[in-house]
């Protein structure tokens, strides 16, 4: 897999990435409130998942998007809090401590640097986390991160869509597939959506109920990542 290139502390890129900034609202707020309240099944507690709809600005999920559907917000309604919970809990930078869930001492260390911090959530975020945990076994897709990514840094080096990197990486679904497309939904699901969320893709006006969404590589991407593909890439003109 791909190495991350760690930025400078202090480079503002590095707030471009929503799960950077949700991790270091996270900590704030823990740090804050002395921890974060879990129900009795170790989610987060609503009190936190609403403070998040309104703090964390994440691409998407507006909180007014998120009240829209939801009268009251749970961990799983805010699909990125669950995956921040999952992410810290499983590289042991957070623990559930009577009743709460805390930063351990290796977690304060890593969000007090979050050039480091960048380097190290982001590929578990990609490579470790299970993005497509909630689909069904035959909604699988064929490839691995080191395709995905290669592909991707040349078709949307200048901007791609939805459709044009499903068939680029597996062909064209035909006809008989054009109203659902099961494949180009997963690709979203546990490819596409979860760069967006890292802040190495930007999705044009993001909403979930577009189907053909377009996408471009951000600054992030250019800047921390080296990939096989490079070597085909445009110069980019700069007006």
């Not at 992410?87 to 007090?112: D, I």
């Amino acid at each position: 897999m791909p190495a991350f290139k760690t930025l400078p502390e202090d480079d503002p890129l590095l707030l471009t990435s929503p799960l950077i900034r949700g991790v270091l609202k996270t900590a704030e707020y823990i740090e804050a409130n002395g921890g974060i309240g879990l129900t009795k099944s170790g989610a987060f507690n609503r009190k936190f998942v609403h403070w998040a709809a309104t703090e964390f600005d994440w691409p998407g999920y507006s909180e007014e998007e998120l009240f829209r559907i939801n009268k009251v917000l749970n961990e799983w309604d805010f699909p990125p809090v669950e995956d921040i919970h999952a992410l810290l809990k499983g590289l042991k930078l957070g623990r559930h401590y009577k009743g709460k869930f805390l930063l351990t001492k290796a977690g304060r260390a890593l969000v007090a640097h979050p050039g480091r911090l960048l380097s190290e959530l982001i590929p578990n975020f990609l490579f470790r986390l299970n993005h497509g945990a909630h689909l069904r076994a035959e909604d699988q897709i064929l490839g691995n991160w080191d395709i995905f990514l290669n592909i991707i840094n040349v078709e949307a080096d200048h901007g791609t869509s939805r459709s044009a990197l499903r068939n680029a990486l597996y062909g064209d679904p035909g006809p008989s597939d054009s109203l659902y497309d099961s494949i180009s939904s997963t690709l979203y699901i546990t490819v596409l959506r979860p760069l967006c969320w890292a802040g190495l893709l930007k999705e044009a006006a993001p909403h979930r109920s577009r189907s053909d969404q377009q996408f471009t590589k951000t600054e992030l991407w250019r800047r921390t990542l080296r990939l096989d593909t490079d070597k085909h890439l445009r110069p980019r003109v700069v007006h």
